[in-house]
């Protein structure tokens, strides 16, 4: 009688598991494809020292290589990021993206589409390391209605579930947007709030930026030439997002003042009014090097939401943190210390 009530039990968990697979089948099949990506490229990257040693990688990438040990040190030493073994490798992309991400949001209203993963619970967009797939997936949105972007990555954290390594597009930023990149990716590790993919990146950027400040002033002094070229890439980034910003105020006062009985080709009109006047306006930001932000420019006159959101979902609580680090009396790991035990 016990075997068969144990043999009853197994076979219900057995079939609740074959039902459980069977309804997320896509989403077990896209966790393989990425497992899949992301295991080449660890298998694929070599030690930064080898790297160092060959004297066919180019000599104006290997400065930034350098770099990684002191600025993984300072992150650990003086951040109060955690230790482990990230960034301690390269993959040589060869020039290449390896990594596409999908980003959607509704047409008349600044809400992004969300995607939902085990672990990291909710998050606004989705990764892939096959642009086919990429593609498929965008176009599959794009028919549902919604703005849809594509784009590649420059870097990724697996939040310490790999040994992520360095990609060599990486290497071409300047000492401190490097810094500030790894710092940013290095952070996700140690604080990740789930199912807010706007705190959490908000978080990072704040850490990142302030990081690569005091990793610069720690390594070279204040106000040394490198520190200086960084405020000024600083400072239009920190313009930019401002703008950007206002945009999303102004957008969301349009979207909300749509009569609920407006023809779709009617909204879309005035959408796209209000993103060529958006565009025109960006023009007379005064930034210190406007050509790098020419294709954002360019995008802001496709009039698409996902380019607005993106500035929402990185820059959108900066206000926030910088209040909560005068709290902290400006001691940038005294509050990576509270945030990382607030959100463990």
């Given at each position: 009688m016990k075997r068969t009530t144990l043999r009853l039990v197994l076979l219900g968990i057995a079939i609740g598991f074959?039902?459980?697979?069977?309804?997320?089948?896509?989403?077990?099949?896209?966790?393989?494809?990425?497992?899949?990506?992301?295991?080449?490229?660890?298998?694929a990257s070599r030690p930064i020292e080898e790297f160092l040693k060959d004297p066919a990688f180019p000599d104006s990438l290997k400065q930034n290589l350098r770099r990684v040990k002191s600025i993984r040190r300072f992150a650990i030493d003086s951040l109060g990021l955690k230790e482990n073994d990230q960034y301690k490798t390269l993959y040589d992309q060869e020039g290449k993206p390896v990594l596409w991400l999908v980003t959607a949001s509704e047409k008349f209203r600044l809400k992004s589409h969300t995607w939902t993963f085990p672990v990291i619970g909710e998050v606004?967009?989705?990764?892939?390391?096959?642009?086919?797939?990429?593609?498929?997936?965008?176009?599959?949105?794009?028919?549902?209605g919604l703005d849809v972007s594509l784009g590649t990555v420059g870097a990724w954290s697996t939040l310490g579930w790999f040994d992520d390594p360095?990609?060599?597009r990486m290497?071409?930023?300047?000492?401190?947007?490097?810094?500030?990149?790894?710092?940013?990716?290095?952070?996700?590790?140690?604080?990740?709030?789930?199912?807010?993919?706007?705190?959490?990146?908000?978080?990072?950027?704040?850490?990142?930026?302030?990081?690569?400040?005091?990793?610069?002033?720690?390594r070279y002094g204040a106000e040394s030439p490198a520190e200086k070229a960084y405020r000024?890439?600083?400072?239009?980034?920190?313009?930019?997002?401002?703008?950007?910003?206002?945009?999303?105020?102004?957008?969301?006062?349009?979207?909300?003042?749509?009569?609920?009985?407006?023809?779709?080709?009617?909204?879309?009109?005035?959408?796209?009014?209000?993103?060529?006047?958006?565009?025109?306006?960006?023009?007379?930001?005064?930034?210190?090097?406007?050509?790098?932000?020419?294709?954002?420019?360019?995008?802001?006159?496709?009039?698409?939401?996902?380019?607005?959101?993106?500035?929402?979902?990185?820059?959108?609580?900066q206000n926030v943190f910088g209040d909560a680090l005068l709290n902290n009396g400006g001691d940038l790991r005294k509050l990576v210390d509270s945030l990382s035990s607030a959100h463990q």
């Open positions: 074959t039902i459980l697979a069977l309804l997320n089948l896509s989403l077990i099949d896209y966790g393989l494809s990425q497992l899949k990506g992301q295991l080449h490229i660890i298998t606004e967009y989705k990764g892939f390391f096959e642009k086919s797939a990429a593609n498929r997936e965008a176009e599959e949105l794009r028919r549902s360095l990609l060599s290497l071409e930023r300047s000492e401190g947007s490097f810094a500030e990149l790894l710092i940013h990716e290095m952070s996700h590790g140690t604080v990740y709030i789930p199912d807010d993919t706007e705190a959490s990146e908000n978080l990072a950027t704040f850490i990142g930026e302030e990081g690569a400040i005091r990793y610069l002033r720690s000024l890439e600083r400072e239009d980034e920190q313009s930019t997002g401002v703008f950007m910003l206002s945009c999303a105020r102004r957008l969301e006062h349009l979207y909300s003042g749509f009569p609920k009985d407006m023809p779709l080709h009617e909204k879309q009109k005035h959408k796209m009014e209000l993103f060529e006047e958006f565009a025109t306006s960006f023009d007379s930001l005064g930034l210190n090097n406007p050509q790098i932000y020419s294709r954002l420019r360019q995008r802001l006159a496709d009039a698409n939401n996902t380019v607005i959101l993106a500035y929402v979902r990185y820059r959108s609580g």
